[in-house]
């Protein structure tokens, strides 16, 4: 059974960091590309950043690039998102998901797999 499940969420004041973790298990990072993901109601979903192992290809959307760093840890099977410098429109519910090819999943927004989802609050 393949799950992803990420935890960390929080409320942080604007200017402050936060650091996610995506556990991901029954698929393996040198297959799957592996991104996070927010929605806020009302709005567009936005890919976060987005890695590919195989292909060592990394993703940042204009809006965090600079701030949050994506990375991997193969021996825990976790995906992690570092948040800097967070502003209070990175208000978000946060989730990983998980896709055979980066561009479908960086692109497209379609996912084989992904997690709940995690909040994050940051007050101003």
């Known amino acids: 059974e393949v799950q992803l499940v990420e935890s960390g969420g929080g409320l942080v004041q604007a200017g402050g960091t936060l650091t996610l973790s995506c556990g991901v298990s029954?698929?393996?990072?040198?297959?799957?590309?592996i991104g996070w993901f927010r929605q806020v109601p009302g709005k567009e979903r936005e890919g976060v950043a987005a890695?590919?192992?195989?292909?060592?290809?990394?993703y940042y959307s204009d809006s965090v690039k600079g701030r949050f760093t994506i990375s991997s840890d193969n021996a825990e099977n976790m995906v992690y998102l570092q948040m800097n410098s967070l502003k209070p429109e990175d208000t978000a519910v946060y989730f990983c998901?998980?896709?055979?090819?980066?561009?479908?999943?960086?692109?497209?927004?379609?996912?084989?797999?992904r997690g709940q989802g995690t909040q994050v609050t940051v007050s101003s």
């Open positions: 998901a998980a896709h055979l090819s980066l561009l479908t999943l960086w692109v497209r927004y379609e996912f084989a797999y």
């Open positions: 890695f590919s192992q195989g292909d060592d290809v990394t």
């Open positions: 029954g698929i393996s990072f040198a297959d799957y590309s």
